[in-house]
């Protein structure tokens, strides 16, 4: 009968030379101990995927929360003379594939946390059931949620996820520098003629204004 091989924990430890040493640490663990061992680290596997689409959903966020001061700041640089229409069409199709990214990313969240609560619950429902209310729950109190959970579909097969860019040049005084700002938005009137079905979402865009901005809608989502 064959044996098991001999197993053994270790660590490592870090040396004034800036090297790694692996410490070895005796004697081997039983199989019993080998197997609590597999039971316990296995929740670090199960839940990793769940915390990945989590931080990448709130990097993206992060990423669109920071992109119109980012554009603001590239404008202003720019000046006046030099903010052509190339210029703006660039920073529309920046917006969009942010915008398109977090949209993608919440929708990921969104979808793993079901198919993974049971895995790290076995045989608690309760759990999941209380992620499922709370959800529910969400999406009836807020339009920002409702509105981007359709929008997610809406671009990943109809169109881009940003109807317009506001972009609005001022003056404090006569004779000043011209300062810039950016809004990204949906135009409603757009959305609701695309021919896009939005089924009970179409109440909702009805009672937005005619632009819609949309990063207050992402930070409900």
Known sequence: MTQPPERYFGYT??????????????????????????????????????????????????????????????????????????????????????TNAFLASASAFLGQAPTTLPRLFRGDTSTLAEWNALRQSLHLESIGYRVLYEMRNYSQHYALPVTGLQVVGARAQSGAQMTFASVPSLSRERLLQSGYDWKKRKADLLAQPAEIPILPMAAEY
């Open 13 to 98: 430890i870090y040396t004034s030379a800036d090297t790694t040493d692996v410490v070895v640490a005796r004697p081997a663990i039983s199989e019993t101990i080998y197997s609590e061992y597999l039971s316990i680290t296995a929740v670090v596997t199960e839940v990793q995927p769940l915390i990945l689409a989590l931080r990448m959903c709130e990097e993206d966020f992060g990423a669109l929360i920071a992109l119109p001061v980012r554009q603001q700041d590239h404008l202003n640089a720019l000046g006046p003379a030099r903010v052509s229409a190339q210029v703006l069409h660039e920073m529309l199709a920046e917006t969009a594939r942010i």
